[in-house]
């Protein structure tokens, strides 16, 4: 389990609010040079003095057979709640998941083969990752954490990271979660791994951006 605490000051909730900030969380995604981003927010939180958010690092798979339109949500098609970690998955052509197969994925990993045609021939899916959360005891469902364009007959690699990334940004009214969006505020990546599994992290008002507490 992991768990990451934000707290604000009675004076920055109160400009949060008026400001109409929402707090959002988006997960690490490893490439060759580290972690970055995941253009997908993952959860977009109304702000209160104190939020406790907490997770497993258990993911779903999902398609969508839309491309990405920014800042607009992903509506998955269809997904997969529960997916095994270094699990191969494919699509099919009927639009039903299988596997895992017998021939696995990266063991930090998880890979879908996308044989569904997508309307034209050829044409691509969105595929990505699902993860559930709580938020202050209370459950939220599985949203996508991750996006990739794969045309049919191609395989994507997904590899998931428990760190996230957290920032402020308004106008937080149409901000939601499983949204891809430019971000507009100075991102802190909150660096959770397997031996770091709680965190807190506050405002500073000079900065404009959230920072660790220790």
Do not use: C, R
Not at 133 to 151: E, G, I, Y
Not at 168 to 193: D, K, R, T, W, Y
Not at 202 to 208: F, K, L, R, W
């Amino acid at each position: 389990m992991f768990t990451l605490t934000i707290n604000l000051t009675s004076i920055q909730l109160q400009n949060f609010h008026l400001g109409g900030d929402k707090i959002l969380l988006a997960k690490a995604v490893p490439t060759a040079q580290g972690l970055s981003q995941s253009q997908v927010t993952w959860l977009a939180m109304a702000p209160q003095a104190t939020l406790v958010v907490s997770w497993q690092e258990t993911y779903g798979i999902y398609v969508a057979t839309a491309l990405p339109i920014m800042e607009e949500a992903i509506i998955p098609a269809n997904s997969l709640s529960s997916a095994s970690l270094g699990g191969s998955y494919t699509y099919g052509s009927a639009g039903t998941f299988s596997g895992p197969s017998a021939t696995p994925a990266p063991t930090d990993s998880y890979s879908l083969l996308n044989q569904y045609q997508n309307g034209s021939l050829g044409a691509p899916l969105t595929v990505g990752l699902l993860q559930a959360a709580s938020v202050s005891n209370s459950p939220v469902a599985a949203a996508p954490v991750t996006a990739d364009t794969v045309l049919q007959n191609q395989t994507d690699i997904m590899t998931p990271n428990p760190a996230v990334y957290i920032w402020a940004q308004s106008p937080g009214g149409s901000l939601a979660s499983g949204m891809e969006l430019i971000v507009v505020g100075s991102p802190l990546l909150v660096p959770f791994n397997s031996s770091t599994t709680s965190l807190t992290v506050t405002y500073n008002d000079a900065t404009g951006a959230f920072q660790l507490t220790y």
